[in-house]
Structures are given as C-alpha cells and as structure tokens.
C-alpha cells in the first residue's frame, strides 16, 4: 500500500481534474505514483493483487484510459508490443532502449524552461494551439551497450 501522503497527493490529484473518486481509480493512481517502473496493465494488477485482489484488468485499462485523456498519465511503447503506463506528475522525458526495451525517466535541472520553449516555438511555427508533449529519445541502455560489446564494462 502507497505511504498516506502519496494516498493524500492522488486523492487531491483526483479532485483537481475533478474526476470522481472510486477506491479504484485512487490506488491505481497512488500505485502510478509511488512505482517509477513504467509498469504495464498486468505489472499493475500483480502489484495490487493484495489490496484489492478481485481487480479486472479491464478496469485497470479503463481507469488508465481515463487518467490518459486527463493529461495525468501517458502511454509508453518500448517495442515489446506491450503498453507502458506512467504518471507525468513532474515533467521528463523517457529514454527506451532499442534493444531491451527498457525505460528510464530523464530530467534535468531548467527541463521545464525547455519543455516551456519547444512548446512555444512549435505553436509559433505550426499555429497550434499547444495543450502538451510527450518527448521519447531512443537508443541502446548502458547493460545493453556492455552486452553487445560496445562499451567495456567499467
């Protein structure tokens, strides 16, 4: 179970999108939250098989569908075919191995001011009216690089 002020910052997140508090859409979120495993329907429903063990997947997707459409969580594809869900409670961007399919979440200290620029920029190039981005950058993780023999092992 999620720590009470992860339970506390979901349930305010909740009412802020104004979106109707379920027991459900609140542990999937505190779970999103409190796992930075970029974790797919099923890693979800393993995760709360313990706390709410009767949980279908199709309500997991639902839930996650909805949280997407509100701008609280995207979908990630890492190339295995599977979905990947996370919360973009604070802004970064994802790098995925082309290899393993692994993610990592990257961010660094100004990312909001460029996140804020290209998101400027490109409504001033494009005449969209902008309401946010997903960044993914691509390449192969540093286990990966070692286990292709592209970098030595340090």
Do not use: W
């Amino acid at each position: 179970m999620a720590s009470n002020a992860v339970m506390e910052e979901t349930l305010q997140v909740l009412k802020d999108h104004k979106l109707r508090v379920t027991p459900q859409r609140h542990i999937i979120l505190a779970y999103l939250v409190s796992h930075h495993n970029h974790p797919t329907v099923e890693t979800i429903r393993d995760g709360l098989s313990k706390d709410l063990p009767n949980i279908g997947a199709s309500t997991i997707y639902n839930t996650l569908n909805t949280f997407v459409d509100h701008h609280l969580v995207v979908e990630l594809q890492n190339g295995d075919g599977s979905t990947h869900y996370d919360y973009f409670g604070t802004p970064h961007y994802h790098a995925i191995c082309t290899n393993c399919g692994r993610i990592v979440d990257v961010t660094y200290p100004g990312f909001s001011d460029t996140e804020k620029n290209l998101e400027e920029k490109t409504a001033e190039i494009s005449g969209y009216m902008i309401s946010g981005n997903h960044m993914e950058v691509y390449g192969l993780c540093p286990e990966c690089q070692i286990k292709l023999g592209i970098k030595k092992n340090d």
